[in-house]
């Protein structure tokens, strides 16, 4: 599904891919790094998200050498240990203030979702609008990605005590104190949200990779 949203009313927007997942089913390791068709999953994340932001930063801990190949600026969580997603959202929102204070909204996105839709920011935008919300995620079927929404960068302070002060962790707890849109996509031929957790998605992945090449 596409939308005919000017490209003119859609924000400024940041992205940030999310990489900071441990891959404990895989084995270890930065699942965005595993190859789908003879590309990273990355790769296509980034190919992707590229035209549809401003901007992208890669949210992941460790060595940053590792992604040097990619020409993101990668910065990690400073919220420690290891609080999940919310705490790579605060850092890109702190990040965006301060280095890009002109731009008031965030896109967040896993980095190890290899098929997203090429509408992604437009519609998420077009939704937060219509409904008057403050923050706006994704879904596809009946099942929400919360790690796939847009964030206000004004919200970073009401985050950052959320994660440190309250030691909140989930995302949709968090979602729930403000506005909240919801944007469906279908999920055929593939689902636009398919992630690849364990070794048998990547074969999955391949099989999709084929339809999403013909769509």
């Known amino acids: 599904m596409t939308t005919d949203i000017p490209a003119t009313r ?14 404990r089913r895989m084995g270890g390791g930065d699942k965005p790094m595993r190859t789908i068709g003879g590309r990273t999953i990355l790769e296509r994340v980034i190919a992707r998200l590229s035209p549809q932001c401003d901007r992208l930063i890669l949210n992941a801990n460790g060595d940053p050498a590792r992604f040097a190949t990619f020409g993101l600026q990668v910065i990690a969580d400073d919220v420690p240990g290891f609080p ?11 990040w965006t203030a301060k280095n890009r204070p002109e731009i008031e909204w965030v896109l967040s996105a ?21 409904e008057s919300a403050q923050l706006a995620v994704a879904a596809s079927g009946d099942q929400s990605h919360p790690v796939i929404g847009l964030w206000r960068v004004a919200l970073r302070n009401e985050l950052r005590h959320a994660l440190v002060v309250e030691d909140l962790r989930k995302i949709d707890r968090w979602t729930a104190r403000y506005p909240l849109a919801t944007v469906t996509w279908p999920v055929e031929p593939l689902d636009p949200f398919f992630n690849a957790n364990t070794v048998e998605d990547i074969t999955e992945a391949e099989r999709l990779a084929t339809l999403d090449a013909a769509s």
């Not at 859609?10 to 990489?19: D, F, Q, R, S, Y």
């Not at 999940?84 to 702190?94: E, K, Q, R």
């Not at 920011?121 to 077009?126: C, P």
């Open 10 to 23: 859609v924000p400024p927007t940041l992205g940030v891919l999310l990489a900071g997942g441990l891959a």
């Open 84 to 94: 999940g997603p919310l705490a790579g959202i605060l850092a890109a929102l702190d």
């Open 110 to 130: 896993a980095g190890d979702c290899p098929f997203l839709p090429r509408d992604l920011v437009a519609r998420l935008h077009e939704a937060r609008e219509q």
